[in-house]
């Protein structure tokens, strides 16, 4: 046991699921569709890191394993990205990809939960076993879903954020909104960082990357909505919110 | 004439200098990133790159 596949995906879970808090709090008070998205999002993110670190420390369980692969592998990503895309496209695109969203959440969902599970195939060629990995998926086609929803919420999310920081950049206004979606843009990407690097038998690089990213986009979810004292006048706060 | 004022202003508006450079290297590698993540992602899942 060490300290890399118990507390760090445990400390990812607490922050994710502090931030959750802080934007399911916005939602309450503004009523926006992609505030609710992204605190659901963020409930999944917290949902995996708990299920990591509970692996970590007890070790191997099929309902937490399941958990941990539907919320953690396949739906956080494009969950956070359908935020980013109520909040940026045009009607009814929020809408279609929604519906679209939600149906093949239902059927991710009914996959993970059928699918057959091998505990020893997390240990492989590359990997130690002390993480968790879609491995122990026997059944297949449902560790195809992963890149599926993963590609869709990093350009949604990633792109998104790294778009508004382009307009915002491009007319010089609302810099700490610039600096909130750069950090939020980093964050979404260190997960897939990570994950891209525990592909390759790095130790710990996904748990290491899903704390950097959780951290990375409180701060930059603080910081776009905590303005700064050299700001632009009110009307253009509200234009932009 | 009011467009040309706007104009104007915006031309004239901007960050501190460390922001002025700093940002758009900023979106610049965040977008390399994505694209690099992206046909990572697809030659892991088409078989093109072979992890380990």
């Known amino acids: 046991m060490d300290f890399v596949t118990t507390y760090l995906p445990f400390l990812s879970s607490v922050i994710s699921f502090i931030f959750a808090f802080f934007v399911l709090k916005r939602y309450a008070q503004r009523r926006k569709n992609h505030l609710l998205l992204w605190g659901i999002g963020m409930i999944f993110y917290g949902i995996g890191g708990f299920c990591e670190g509970y692996y970590g420390f007890f070790g191997w369980n099929d309902l937490v394993f399941r958990l941990w692969y539907l919320f953690g592998a396949i739906l956080v990503a494009a969950w956070l990205g359908q935020g980013t895309v109520f909040l940026l496209a045009k009607k009814p695109w929020p809408t279609i990809t929604m519906v679209l969203l939600g149906l093949g959440s239902i059927y991710g969902l009914f996959r993970v939960f059928t699918a057959e599970l091998d505990p020893s195939l997390v240990t492989t060629s590359i990997h130690t076993g002390s993480e968790l990995s879609g491995h122990a998926i026997v059944t297949s086609g449902v560790r195809s879903l992963t890149p599926i929803f993963n590609i869709y919420g990093t350009i949604t999310l990633v792109g998104g954020a790294a778009w508004s920081a382009w307009i915002f950049f491009r007319k010089r206004v609302l810099l700490h909104r610039t600096i909130g979606n750069i950090l939020i843009a980093a964050g979404a990407l260190a997960p897939a960082f990570g994950g891209a690097g525990s592909r390759f038998g790095i130790p710990g690089a996904l748990y290491i990357g899903e704390l950097i990213g959780a951290i990375l986009m409180f701060i930059g979810f603080w910081r776009a909505t905590t303005p700064m004292k050299a700001d632009q006048p009110e009307a253009v706060i509200a234009a932009a919110d | ?52």
């Open chain 2, 1 to 52: 004439m009011t467009n040309h004022n706007q104009d104007t202003k915006e031309k004239e508006r901007s960050y501190s200098p460390f922001y002025e450079k700093a940002i758009p290297v900023a979106i610049f590698v965040i977008v390399a990133v994505i694209i690099g993540v992206l046909i990572l992602t697809f030659g892991i899942a088409l078989g093109l790159i072979q992890p380990g």
